[in-house]
């Protein structure tokens, strides 16, 4: 196991929450491995509902976990090595993200085919993730990526 899978493990196993989300059919379910790190870990989840309004959420989660520690969870269509998540077009993870406190981790949760080799072009509102979890022939591993975590 690799230096970058023990951060993230070993921030689950400290974290008070994690905040996971309900996949849609082409994206990792992320459950099964923070259950097999922590089978306590108190953890909620973000609906599968379009119609959400991401800040309101946000300050619901802000509002329910406290001040604890806290993992959050995102699926996407691609990532890159620097941190760059690309969603389904809507910006919808960039505002809850925006609208959280900054000391809860960010990973971002993938299949090997959507992990860019080449850095995405970066927009101003695009908020960046700390880990990439990448989910390829029934196994997971971890990458830190960005800078926003030391």
Same mark, same amino acid.
Request: charged residues 30%; glycine residues 10%.
């Given at each position: ?54 800040? =309101? ?16 969870? =995102? ?23 925006? =609208?959280?406190? =900054? ?48």
């Amino acid at each position: 196991m690799g230096d970058d899978a023990t951060n993230l493990e070993v921030r689950i196993l400290n974290a008070d929450s994690c905040v996971l989300y309900e996949p849609f059919g082409d994206e990792p379910d992320v459950s099964a491995y923070v259950r097999g790190i922590d089978s306590k870990k108190s953890c909620v989840v973000i609906p599968q509902d379009k119609n959400l309004d991401a800040r =309101a959420l946000a300050t619901q989660y802000v509002d329910r976990l406290g001040k604890g520690s806290v993992i959050v969870f =995102a699926p996407g269509r691609e990532f890159d090595h620097e941190g760059t998540r690309y969603g389904r077009g809507g910006g919808w993870y960039d505002r809850f993200f925006a =609208a959280v406190p =900054a000391w809860w981790v960010r990973v971002g949760v993938s299949n090997m085919t959507r992990v860019s080799e080449v850095s995405l072009p970066r927009k101003e509102t695009d908020e960046p993730i700390d880990f990439l979890l990448i989910f390829d022939k029934g196994f997971w591993s971890v990458e830190k990526v960005g800078t926003r975590l030391s």
